[in-house]
């Protein structure tokens, strides 16, 4: 059916089905990928768009009703060509509502209709208008800050000014990456397209344990459209997501272990018929009995998943006599948590398009936080040497731990390679939050002992993490063993038995989560605190205080905090915002919601860094702009920014002249990416810098010392009337062969020495 409309003040005509959806019009015919697809079901609000001028979720419009309408999308809110954003994305930018930037253009189309119809919204005004579109980042602080400043600005107020010091370091700058997010040209992995490309779909087991009989993909094969299927036996290397001992297999082979598994994949010309072909695959199973409950898989009538057996692996936390310990306790404290698994819930689903390159490279463009970890997998798994496999991560529309090595770039990479053609996958959002794994469930016992005077004496306890299906991760920087070393708070405790078991189930495997590692232990020591300061009669946070690490505390794992230990000062800083909250806690009031109490607590937690090499590049472009390239990967938490100021403040350039890129081939991760890489970084910029410093000195006849940069100049400190800049400086220094590019590196000075059997020796950084 050909479906006239206007799409951004532009008359445009589609053939296409009535029954699609505005939302696949936009992005796969009209390549108007600033509207995103989320969630699949109106769930998220990221496709909003105006539809005649009212805010609509386009996922949910069917082509049938756009006829003779009027469409305005985030990139008709200001064209790109305008030079110019409108107040709400200049807002966005300004007030750091920008994070991953998945939601944002969606956000600002719903905030435009509300402006649109209420220019002088309230802040219960815009909560309650933008409730139905979900931000997985942020708290919403600074979204509706945004608004407010957008609604003042477009009532002709005047603009704030931001003062910026001598140092972009600590400086409150728009994020650099911001303009890209707000007017939806930044390219997230859902947004990738090459000519030419197949479409690919999984087949996933309908069991959550069963042997595979057999598997008959010959009527998918013929199906006219499809060019390739694939299963285990296709896989040309080693089939796992992991280096070394066995991991999880990227195609189930012989076995499915739960619900969901992949079993087989299609490569097609479109995905109706990819999705047809899936339904064409014929697998035989013969069920066996699965095992949810970690606790149950260790039961001797438990199926057993491996040949092992269930238990994966035991860490350990020893420290002194805990029979000492508790003989010295006056008040001893004895419960049991549980916590759940959790999903990441990130917005955009997993997506990757695999290509060959013109040397026939295999290039992966992906959603992944872990570049540099997916390299040598992929290689492993088709059975190349890893310099013909190259990974690039795209803007990444939220992970917290979640974009490791997954499935989805490995399929399209042994597509690519099967097929020799472009291929892209992008999961559903019932595929994500069906397969990909999620945080550890645990059950904890925990038994606590403390003096009458309430100084902490002894801790003895039981972790027992579920794993999942299949071993995932390295097991000393997974997040289950962390929570064992963590077991006992940023306390010192003389004496400590803590035991970890990790155990298999028929669930999705587990693994990295949003502050991995610590997360389910403080739950539980922190409710023991909690209760041992009531027993006792103590002030929850007077309680902690007493017994906080300071600088020279020795953990219990024998580790001597050397720096970084701020646990005491924090609480101390917080004390007078403690006693007012108290003042205020355990009344209660009536409102229109029926009756409220008000309570306060307060809750403590560590954190150990793992250790490990990082590094990085710069690179003086022929333009004068410094290209900073990194490991590291950009998903919201303003990585790019920082690394942007810090490396604009020790070459005195305008922060405009750095452009910060992903692509080294360095090890990547969250929680230790402006130590780990930031320090790579500054000694990449500082071998730059002195190589620039002694080519300009050459040039101006002057010794290194008498010159100095500042503000993309270099000048003669004697004469500042001879000076030259960046971009002459840059093709007199090839003209000469002087190197441009320039590495750094950063190893954290401490070496992993931890036995997780005794549970003694240093982990990381704390």
């Known amino acids: 059916m050909r479906i006239s409309f206007t799409i951004n003040g532009q008359r445009q005509e589609v053939d296409t089905d009535p029954k699609r959806t505005l939302l696949k019009v936009l992005r796969d015919d009209l390549r108007l990928t600033g509207t995103k697809q989320g969630c699949d079901g109106g769930e998220c609000g990221s496709c909003t768009i105006l539809l005649d001028g009212k805010a609509a979720m386009s996922c949910?419009?069917?082509?049938?009703?756009?006829?003779?309408?009027?469409?305005?999308?985030?990139?008709?809110?200001?064209?790109?060509e305008a030079g110019q954003l409108h107040s709400l994305q200049e807002a966005f930018v300004?007030?750091?509502?920008?994070?991953?930037?998945?939601?944002?253009?969606?956000?600002?189309?719903?905030?435009?209709?509300?402006l649109d119809a209420n220019p002088n919204p309230t802040r219960d005004d815009i909560v309650k208008r933008l409730s139905r579109n979900l931000c997985r980042c942020t708290g919403y602080v600074k979204i509706v800050e945004a608004v407010l400043y957008a609604a003042h600005l477009l009532r002709g107020g005047e603009p704030e000014t931001v003062k910026i010091g001598d140092h972009l370091v600590g400086a409150r700058l728009p994020r650099v990456d911001g303009r890209e997010k707000v007017t939806g040209q930044a390219i997230y992995g859902t947004d990738l397209y090459m000519e030419g490309m197949l479409h690919a779909k999984t087949l996933r087991s309908p069991h959550h344990h069963a042997l595979i009989l057999s598997i008959d993909t010959s009527e998918a094969e013929k199906l006219p459209g499809v060019t390739a299927v694939v299963t285990a036996k296709d896989i040309p290397g080693v089939n796992?997501?992991?280096?070394?001992?066995?991991?999880?297999?990227?195609?189930?082979e012989g076995k499915v272990e739960y619900m969901g598994d992949p079993v087989a994949a299609v490569a097609a010309e479109t995905e109706a018929i990819a999705?047809?072909?899936?339904?064409?695959?014929?697998?035989d199973y013969q069920p066996l009995d699965p095992v949810f409950d970690a606790r149950d898989a260790l039961k001797e009538t438990a199926p057993s998943l491996r040949p092992e057996g269930n238990l994966d692996?035991?860490?350990?936390?020893?420290?002194?006599?805990?029979?000492?310990?508790?003989?010295?306790?006056?008040?001893?404290?004895?419960?049991?948590?549980?916590?759940?698994?959790?999903?990441?819930?990130y917005l955009e689903p997993d997506a990757a398009l695999s290509y060959l390159d013109e040397g026939g490279n295999l290039v992966t463009k992906a959603c992944t936080q872990f570049p540099s970890n997916t390299e040598p997998v992929m290689a492993i798994m088709l059975g190349i040497d890893q310099s013909r496999v190259k990974v690039i991560p795209t803007y990444i529309g939220g992970g917290f731990g979640g974009k490791y090595?997954?499935?989805?770039?490995?399929?399209?990479?042994?597509?690519?390679?099967?097929?020799?053609?472009?291929?892209?996958?992008?999961?559903?959002?019932?595929?994500?939050?069906?397969?990909?794994k999620k945080r550890h469930a645990t059950h904890i016992r925990l038994k606590t002992g403390a003096t009458?005077?309430?100084?902490?004496?002894?801790?003895?306890?039981?972790?027992?993490?579920?794993?999942?299906?299949?071993?995932?991760?390295?097991?000393?920087?997974?997040d289950f063993p962390l929570n064992v070393v963590h077991g006992t708070g940023p306390y010192h405790i003389p004496h400590v038995s803590i035991r970890g078991k990790a155990v298999g189930t028929n669930v999705p495997k587990s693994g990295a989560f949003r502050g991995l590692g610590n997360i389910q232990a403080a739950f539980a020591y922190e409710s023991q605190m909690d209760q041992l300061a009531q027993k006792l009669g103590l002030d929850p946070l007077e309680f902690r205080l007493q017994n906080a690490y300071q600088l020279g505390s020795r953990t219990a794992t024998g580790q001597v905090l050397e720096e970084s230990v701020g646990v005491r000062a924090t609480l101390e800083a917080i004390q007078p915002y403690w006693r007012e909250a108290k003042k205020s806690a355990f009344g209660g009031a009536a409102t229109s919601d029926g009756w409220v109490k008000r309570g306060a607590g307060i809750a403590t937690a560590w954190r150990c860094y793992p250790i490990g090499y990082r590094e990085a590049f710069t690179e003086l472009q022929e333009d004068g702009r410094i290209v900073v390239e990194t490991g590291a990967t950009e998903m919201g938490q303003g990585t790019f920014t920082i690394f942007a100021q810090m490396a604009a403040d020790e070459l005195k350039v305008p922060l405009e002249s750095l452009v910060v890129v992903a692509g080294s081939n360095a090890h990547s991760a969250g929680s230790t990416t402006t130590q780990g890489h930031g320090n790579a970084i500054m000694d990449a910029v500082r071998n730059l810098k002195a190589v620039l410093l002694q080519a300009a000195a050459d040039m101006l006849e002057e010794k290194v010392d008498n010159v100095r940069l500042e503000n993309g100049f270099f000048s003669s400190v004697a004469d500042p009337s001879l000076k030259i800049g960046l971009e002459r400086l840059a093709a007199v220094a090839r003209g000469r062969g002087i190197p441009l590019r320039q590495k750094g590196s950063w190893h954290s000075r401490m070496e992993r020495k931890f036995d997780f059997t005794t549970g003694q020796g240093v982990l990381g950084q704390v």
């Open 313 to 345: 692996y035991t860490r350990n936390l020893i420290q002194g006599d805990v029979a000492q310990g508790f003989a010295q306790a006056h008040v001893v404290v004895e419960n049991s948590y549980a916590t759940p698994f959790q999903e990441h819930a």
């Open 94 to 114: 300004q007030k750091g509502a920008v994070q991953c930037g998945y939601c944002t253009p969606g956000m600002i189309m719903e905030a435009k209709a509300l």
């Open 452 to 478: 009458r005077d309430g100084r902490l004496v002894a801790v003895e306890g039981e972790m027992v993490g579920n794993s999942g299906a299949y071993p995932t991760g390295e097991p000393a920087t997974n």
């Open 60 to 80: 949910l419009i069917p082509m049938s009703r756009v006829e003779g309408r009027e469409v305005v999308t985030i990139e008709g809110l200001a064209p790109p």
């Open 240 to 252: 796992t997501l992991r280096q070394g001992a066995r991991g999880t297999p990227v195609l189930a």
């Open 405 to 436: 090595v997954e499935h989805c770039w490995m399929l399209t990479a042994l597509l690519t390679h099967k097929t020799r053609r472009p291929v892209k996958m992008v999961f559903t959002r019932e595929e994500c939050l069906l397969t990909t």
């Open 275 to 283: 999705l047809e072909a899936l339904s064409r695959i014929k697998v």
